[in-house]
């Protein structure tokens, strides 16, 4: 991460640009306005991914940025650039995502820098290791001149792809419930007990799986997924016990996912009954949808549209920092087309003329805001 | 075992039978008819059981033997009575059951005989090191003098009592065919994939599960069961990219099951091109039915009813060493009603009351046998 930090500050100072890494190990690079004391926007992504992961997700929308620094040409704006290199969204060392964001928008609290990784170094050691000093966390955050925050990152899904758009526009980062389901029957023998007398907790549980697929075909724009099933004692030759299912259920608007889980969770109940099994079921997580700004959304939209794509309009259903920054300033996200939905994994990739598009996309998002009335507005609030 | 042998054969060597051990570790005691020459009759069941088993499980049927011979009170009959108690029956040391029985068809061959436990010992070091010599396991096969083979054992199943009867006949040890079953698709992002793009493993293993258990309900006598089931990755918020499943049909006649299976077979196959995945199976154990004696069958019904009982004709669904004893000897068995069909379990158990009727129904079929012209018949050709 320091080699990064170095190579992407190298990019920023030879732009114009003042350089910082802030206290949670964000990199920060300011791009001053016109005037001096301009409001600014934030543009950034992720620098961190995960294990075994392709070489575009996060890092491709912070090198995005500094490309639109770089194709502005010296040119200063009505309002001053940060780029924002985030550190640690993915959550793969201590379990927990959207440190470095948490930092801006002053949520990396105490109990969050005590978490530990799996060898027993906290969040604050790790820090104090990387060569910063975790006292200073508060410096991170964000002041009260931010304009709104954009975001360009990988869809990480086939959406763009199916429908050979190059950019799509994130009308809001999906909520998101996650729970555990127990089928509980009777385990007997596969051989002896016939089919009327039977209390199979996997023929339960698959019942239910087809109800869970059918209920989100119904509903549009929804996903509900049964990731994991485990069977209990699970021999080819004994009818099974108990089964365990996960569910993950995502929408952009909450009414609709609660309501679409309400459903699911009836179905299994009526199928327990019926079959003479008994359910039980465990939320894990539950997440409010997160709405992207409707004006930053529009002029997205429009700046797509000047760049010559299609704008599509998408729900994220992966969390993202900009959901994070969302809780303090405006935020939105732009997705570009990801060959076959494949991210995190070495096949990751992205087409040059998608990159080229949504440099084109940047700069018109730019110039738009530059001449806004509504941007003005805030420019002169901030 | 050594202790089990020693009262078993202290009970019969008490009714006048001579016992000895053969070289499978089968206890067999022989109780001579009137005549000298006079052809035998085969009754009992398995001695051994499974770990954490109940009390009756195989054991019951040898007593039970014991407990007809003390019945007949020193009465000799036109056959003669030879008593086995198997060894090995269930395959737990080993991986391969009925062991004992194999002996008595000359079917404990050379490469059984090699086969070896979690220890490394074989079949033959186990036989020695129980102080028995392998080299005489020709002198443990049946000569040419067997009438037949009756053997008492638990249903181990929930079918007479949710009859409410004591007593069943069986009518033929079913068929049985054992497949896994793997389901391609592609792992994918749970909250970025919609549900119209997705080939979600798991969602087409569970389709086929209703399917397979619509085919059992669908045939009279079928079981088919999915015991096991496996995901890949196993993640909450991934679409599983493969679900390894395994099944278990059977069948009290051979061609039912096949043609069963090929439905199963064929809706897998659709389910999977429908939903744009690969299933590919794997016969792991295709075993035919095995047909128990009509006469027997005839003779055990009308002495169930002589018992007072109402006889109940069954298939079984597991397999016993009357289905071995089959490919040399007419061969039938008598299910005892085995509450809540627990077996395999330190809750199985039987009603006294139902052991009676046993020995009851057991002492009727031994005068028939004795009376009956076709019985007769095969004393004088044995």
């Known amino acids: 991460m320091h080699d990064c930090h170095r190579e992407i500050a190298a990019s920023l100072t030879a732009l114009g640009a003042e350089v910082r890494i802030d ?28 294990p075994n992961a392709g070489a ?17 040409d010296g040119r200063q704006l009505p309002y001053g650039i940060e780029i924002v290199g985030f550190s640690e969204e993915e959550g793969v060392r201590f379990g927990t995502p959207f440190i470095g964001s948490r930092a801006l928008t002053g949520r990396l609290d105490k109990e969050l820098l005590s978490r530990k990784d799996l060898r027993g170094i906290s969040v604050r ?5 990387f060569g910063l000093n975790p006292q200073e966390i508060p410096l991170a955050a964000l002041g009260d001149d931010i304009l709104g925050y954009v975001e360009f990152h990988i869809e990480q899904g086939p959406v763009l792809e199916a429908l050979k758009l190059p950019l799509g526009v994130v009308d809001a980062i999906a909520g998101q419930s996650r729970l555990e389901f127990k089928f509980v029957g009777r385990a007997n ?48 030759n004994v009818i099974a016990g108990e089964a365990r299912l996960t569910l993950d259920v995502r929408h952009g608007l909450d009414e609709v996912r609660t309501r679409a889980l309400e459903n699911i969770v009836r179905e299994a109940e009526e199928i327990a009954k019926r079959r003479g099994l008994f359910v039980r079921q465990n939320i894990l ?55 076959g939905g494949i991210s995190h994994d070495p096949a990751e990739s992205v087409a040059i003329e998608d990159v080229a598009k949504a440099i084109e996309c940047g700069l018109h998002l730019l110039d738009r805001l530059s001449s806004s009335s509504t941007f003005h507005k805030r420019m002169c609030r901030a």
Chains 1, 2 share one sequence.
């Open 125 to 129: 050691n790790a820090i104090e290791e």
């Open 56 to 72: 575009f997700d996060g890092v491709l929308g912070v090198v995005l940025a500094v490309a639109l620094l770089e194709a502005l």
């Open 189 to 236: 023998h596969a051989g002896t007990t016939p089919m009327h007398l039977r209390y199979d907790a996997i023929a339960g549980a698959a019942e239910w799986i087809t109800a869970v697929e059918r209920e989100a075909h119904k509903v549009p724009g929804l996903v509900a997924t049964v990731g994991a099933i485990e069977a209990q004692p699970g021999a080819t």
């Open 285 to 339: 997580l539950s997440q409010s949808a997160v709405a992207m700004d409707p004006f930053l959304i529009h002029e997205i939209e429009r700046a797509i549209r000047e760049a010559g794509c299609e704008p599509h309009h998408v729900v994220s259903g992966a969390g993202h920092d900009a959901m994070i920054l969302a809780e303090k300033v405006p935020a939105a996200m732009v997705f570009l087309r990801t060959p």
């Open 23 to 50: 206290a949670a190990g964000n990199l920060r690079g300011f791009y001053a306005g016109a005037e001096s004391k301009a409001p600014r926007l934030l543009l950034g992504s992720h620098l961190d991914t995960v």
